[in-house]
């Protein structure tokens, strides 16, 4: 049997920013800061879901969550520096879907 060459860093990333929706929170993330309502109204994601990917995505250090200690509590995600990174990757893909999928 013939030995697998992909890179495992590469087959993580993919593992990762393949999950559904993964890379469209991104995508809303790269507006800037979001409240969890804002992200969840702007696409059609149950909370629970998007609860599971942002809770991933801030294990990976992608995305960061701030608690504002205000009355009441206000919550929101932002992009990393790690997370800022895939912008020119997202929109490479965002120019390629534009010109090839309809």
């Known amino acids: 049997m013939k030995e697998s060459t992909i890179c495992p ?6 593992e990762l920013l393949g999950k559904r929706w993964t890379t469209l929170i991104l995508y ?5 800061p979001q409240r969890f309502n ?3 109204s702007a ?9 599971e990917r942002l809770k991933e995505l ?3 250090g992608v995305v960061e969550r701030k608690v ?6 206000r919550v929101e995600y932002f992009l990393t520096d790690k997370g ?10 965002e120019k390629w879907s534009q010109c090839w999928i309809k």
Do not use: F, N, W
Not at 68 to 73: D, L, N, Q
Not at 84 to 93: M, N, P
């Open 68 to 73: 504002y200690t205000e009355v009441p509590v």
């Open 84 to 93: 800022k990174a895939l912008e020119g990757a997202i929109r490479e893909v």
């Open 9 to 14: 860093r590469l087959a993580k990333a993919m």
């Open 58 to 60: 801030e294990k990976e």
């Open 38 to 40: 804002e992200i969840e």
């Open 43 to 51: 696409l059609p994601v149950s909370g629970r879901l998007l609860s």
């Open 28 to 32: 809303q993330l790269l507006e800037g």
